[in-house]
């Protein structure tokens, strides 16, 4: 928290954040989240917030959004699996369909043709 409290200059803030709390995502994730860390400390800074009650507020902001990144994560998995099962289920079916079509058009081809008699 004290290298925290050092840096004035937003860049430099920054930069110690994506130290301290490891923030390493692609843009305009990792700019996203940047922007809630720093926000969070002028916030604090602004309210005249003790290092313990700033390092609180941080520490709540970073496991509030790993539980979200998580539970992203395990939603997406979860949708991904139910895709598959569905996937496969609606393969399953239409293979059967194919089948049952080339079963009838064998038969049709096998059976003799009808004989048509012309009526005088």
Known sequence: M????KMQSIPDLESIICSVFGVDLPEPKRGVL?????????????RSFKKEQTSALLSIIKSI???????RSELKSLIEK???????LVS????????EIVDQHSRVQ?????????KK
Do not use: W
């Open 65 to 71: 959004h790993e539980t979200n990144i998580g539970s």
């Open 82 to 88: 139910e895709v598959r099962e569905q996937m496969s």
């Open 34 to 46: 940047l922007e809630l860390y720093v926000q969070a400390v002028l916030f604090c800074r602004e």
């Open 110 to 118: 096998k059976s003799p043709p009808l004989n048509h008699r012309a």
């Open 92 to 99: 399953g079916q239409l293979d059967q369909q194919m089948k």
């Open 2 to 5: 004290e290298e925290i409290d």
